[in-house]
């Protein structure tokens, strides 16, 4: 039996007509670049999320970055985040010239540690003239003198961050947080939707996300007006009115075929983020009558919040990667998410981070293993997984 990791044509035959007749909508109007298809979608997906503003952008990438040019972040910035993402998460605080200081993991979530960040505060910074600063004695030569600016906690595989005591230190120390919640919508923390938390949430409408889009995609929530004001001029290149720009933006427009096909798909989104969390649960139930939890061979993910909404289902396996030949072998699709966490990354070198710095990044990108839990995964298949990974170290 075949399963995929992904089945994008399960998810699309069921609603074909739907979206067909949205797309063709936009092609009857031959307005393609932003317009009301776009402004439609932003007023859903702000309300989805809970927050009074959205701005459609290109990708969940220009999502992150749109955010970090509003603040003015650039050279001299620090902005801090999890080693263990996308590298999107970091790249786009190198590519507006900040440094990315990353902070250790929680190993059972996979999200940056409060409690670390907290103690990094303590070791390396102080406050000067009001912002907080990297201090001279860091021993991360590359980052001294910094100012620290923002945070940009990382929703991974679905699962909020621990947000209340992120908030408290970014509060502290008067820093904006910028939520990377590309992998998380939907997601809730403490009844709250990611996104929602923090001054910005950015959200990816790649085609593997939860709310998948034709293509690229992306869109950043704000409750403030004047962000979101900010925002939208941004987007097209810092303009205020036709050729008059205020800031250097960029074109990071939306198109109306993605706001129409994302309209159309946000209408089902609750029933498929349901039955993925029913594939989890059963692979939990399937897994333990199995025999293979608590071996020491196989954990499973934890659900710390009030929503998880399993854009990823991870678990931590050894040894992983003979399990993932032996599923490929199979015809069974996992993914590595992430083998090399970001602050081992040849292009961030020049930061001065060492193998061991964060060992929690590093077990998980040596340990975790995602298996197929896309919404439309039937019984059978998911059966066919566990007994799969049960067969391991049997003969076949
Ligand atoms: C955590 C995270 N951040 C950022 C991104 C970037 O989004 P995109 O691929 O839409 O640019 C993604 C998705 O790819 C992601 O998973």
């Known amino acids: 039996m075949k399963v995929p990791l992904l089945d994008l044509n399960a998810q699309y035959q069921p609603i074909r007509d739907e979206l067909l007749a949205a797309v063709t909508e936009v092609f009857d109007t031959q307005q393609f670049i932003l317009g009301p298809k776009v402004a439609e979608c932003e007023k859903a997906v702000a309300e989805y999320c809970g927050c009074l503003h959205a701005c459609g952008v290109s990708s969940g990438t220009d999502a992150l970055l749109l955010a970090l040019m509003c603040e003015g972040i650039g050279?001299?910035?620090?902005?801090?985040t999890s080693p263990y993402t996308f590298f999107a998460t970091a790249g786009s605080i190198a590519r507006v010239g900040a440094v990315p200081i990353f902070i250790d993991i929680d190993p059972v979530t996979y999200n940056l540690d409060p409690a670390k960040l907290t103690d990094f505060i303590a070791t390396n910074c102080h406050k000067h003239d009001d912002t907080l600063t990297i201090s001279h004695s860091c021993e991360l030569v590359s980052i001294r003198g910094s100012s620290v600016r923002a945070i940009m906690p990382v929703h991974l595989y679905g699962q909020a961050a621990d947000m209340d005591p992120i908030l408290a230190i970014a509060k502290e120390h008067n820093l904006i947080v910028i939520e990377d919640a590309c992998q998380a919508i939907g997601a809730e923390y403490k009844g709250r939707r990611a996104g929602s938390l923090g001054d910005y949430g950015c959200f990816s409408f790649y085609p593997s996300k939860n709310l998948n889009g034709a293509g690229d995609g992306g869109m950043v929530v704000t409750n403030d007006a004047a962000r979101a004001e900010k925002l939208r001029m941004m987007r097209v290149h810092g303009e205020t009115s036709r050729y008059h720009h205020r800031w250097v933006g960029g074109n990071f427009r939306f198109d109306a075929i993605q706001a129409a096909v994302i309209t159309t798909k946000l209408a089902h989104l609750d029933g498929w983020t349901a039955a993925r969390q029913a594939n989890a649960e059963r692979?939990?139930?399937l897994f333990q009558e199995a025999g293979l939890i608590g071996t020491g061979i196989l954990s499973l993910p934890e659900v710390k919040t009030t929503r998880h909404v399993f854009n990823q289902y991870v678990v931590r396996v050894a040894p992983r990667d003979a399990l993932k030949d032996f599923l490929a072998a199979k015809d069974i699709g996992t993914a590595i998410y992430y083998p090399v966490p970001l602050h081992r990354q040849e292009c961030f070198a020049y930061l001065g981070y060492r193998e061991g710095d964060l060992p929690e990044s590093e077990k998980a990108a040596r340990e975790t293993l995602a298996l197929p839990v896309y919404p439309e995964l039937t019984a059978e298949q998911a059966r066919h997984v566990?007994?799969?990974?049960?067969?391991?170290?049997?003969?076949?």
């Open 283 to 285: 692979y939990g139930k």
């Open 75 to 80: 050279p001299g910035d620090a902005v801090v």
């Open 386 to 396: 566990v007994a799969a990974v049960g067969a391991l170290d049997q003969p076949s």
